[in-house]
């Protein structure tokens, strides 16, 4: 069965773990962790920081994020355990990509305010350019 991801703001469908995550994304001692992470539980799930915050973004195909945590990320649908939004109540919240496998590391990245899961890019930063532009 290909896996179903939420991608989106993970506060608004992972309250029973939020403290977690933010320990994970800020440990003690400082600095910032991105990437792949993983809860005690064992869950999995992929999280980044937008250009500027909050705010909402868009994909390349047009899908909407809204951010109230400074993050975007991704977790399998199947992962969630808050049981405030039923999958239809999520999709309201972020959006719903099913990938033919599991999202590796590789597949997801942030780069000059672009984050990227796989064949899903969200450009964070939409005024960012570089010196290719004017070549």
């Not at 599991?102 to 450009?123: A, E, H, M, Q, W």
Request: one cysteine or more; proline letters at 4%; hydrophobic letters at 30%.
């Amino acid at each position: 069965m290909a896996p179903t991801y939420y991608i989106g703001d993970l506060c608004y469908v992972m309250h029973d773990a939020w403290d977690e995550v933010c320990e994970l994304l800020f440990p003690y001692g400082g600095g910032e962790r991105t990437g792949r992470l993983h809860l005690k539980d064992g869950r999995e799930f992929f999280i980044f920081g937008t250009a500027y915050g909050d705010g909402l973004y868009e994909d390349q195909n047009g899908g909407s994020y809204g951010v109230d945590s400074g993050t975007i990320g991704a977790i399998r649908v199947q992962d969630i355990r808050d049981t405030t939004y039923s999958e239809e109540g999520i999709k309201d919240l972020g959006c719903i990509h099913t990938f033919e496998t599991p999202l590796t590391p590789s597949d997801c990245s942030y780069d000059n305010g672009k984050i990227t899961f796989r064949s899903v890019v969200i450009d964070t930063d939409p005024q960012y350019f570089d010196e290719e532009d004017f070549e």
